[in-house]
T-cell receptor, first 118, second 116 residues
Framework: AQTVTQSQPEMSVQEAETVTLSCTYD???????LFWYKQPPSRQMILVIR??????QNATENRFSVNFQKAAKSFSLKISDSQLGDTAMYFC???????????????FGGGTRLMVKP | DSGVTQTPKHLITATGQRVTLRCSPR?????VYWYQQSLDQGLQFLIQ???????AKGNILERFSAQQFPDLHSELNLSSLELGDSALYFC???????????????FGSGTRLTVV
């Protein structure tokens, strides 16, 4: 079974600054995917960024980037130029590789509450 | 609108009662997943259905059951409700996609269940 750990329950950052959220995971799988989801006060689950384990290049989506260290089983999220709208819960999630059309479940970490201060 | 529809959005019921949560997946998605999110915690996987058949089961209580119908909508039935069952219940759907996507995983907006 897979486990995902987010060791920072809460973090804060000043607007326009950079913040990094940590995530570690444990798995015996060699092929998998990692995700960061954002959950604002509306409670909607919003995909922020994803990373395929077979790709060495770190994923980037605008102000969001990851630092994927496969050997260390670490997957951190860096938010640059933080904005007030980034205030939310952030969840790291793991999915085993898809071998069929049925899809796979996500295993989530406990979340990090991020507050962006003006 | 994500394309995944969950009803009702809010539900308040008493202990011992039974409720049914409904989910309509995104058009064309064959897989439906149910997740439970207790207060400010991560989402816990409950169960997955694929094209009408149970595909995977997580930490789902025996008091809970689900099914997926021929039209692919799914229902999660919660019975003998306890205070600890109060949570946000998410449905998600997926279909196989090419690698350059989020693997078609789309969440609904959730049903907030309050047991009093």
């Amino acid at each position: 079974a897979q486990t995902v750990t987010q060791s920072q329950p809460e973090m804060s950052v000043q607007e326009a600054e950079t913040v990094t959220l940590s995530c570690t995971y444990d798995t015996s799988e060699s092929n998998y995917y990692l995700f960061w989801y954002k959950q604002p006060p509306s409670r909607q689950m919003i995909l922020v960024i994803r990373q395929e384990a077979y790709k060495q290049q770190n994923a980037t989506e605008n102000r969001f980037s990851v630092n994927f260290q496969k050997a260390a089983k670490s997957f951190s999220l860096k938010i640059s130029d933080s904005q007030l709208g980034d205030t939310a819960m952030y969840f790291c999630a793991f999915m085993k590789h898809l071998f069929n059309n049925a899809g796979n479940m996500l295993t989530f970490g406990g979340g990090t509450r991020l507050m962006v201060k003006p | 609108d994500s394309g995944v529809t969950q009803t009702p959005k809010h539900l308040i019921t008493a202990t011992g009662q039974r409720v049914t949560l409904r989910c309509s997946p995104r058009s064309g998605d064959l897989s439906v997943y149910w997740y439970q999110q207790s207060l400010d915690q991560g989402l816990q996987f409950l169960i997955q259905y694929y094209n009408g058949e149970e595909r995977a089961k997580g930490n789902i209580l025996e008091r809970f059951s689900a099914q997926q119908f021929p039209d692919l909508h799914s229902e999660l039935n919660l019975s003998s409700l306890e205070l600890g069952d109060s949570a946000l219940y998410f449905c998600a759907s997926s279909a196989y996609r090419q690698p350059d996507s989020n693997y078609g995983y789309t969440f609904g907006s959730g049903t907030r269940l309050t047991v009093v």
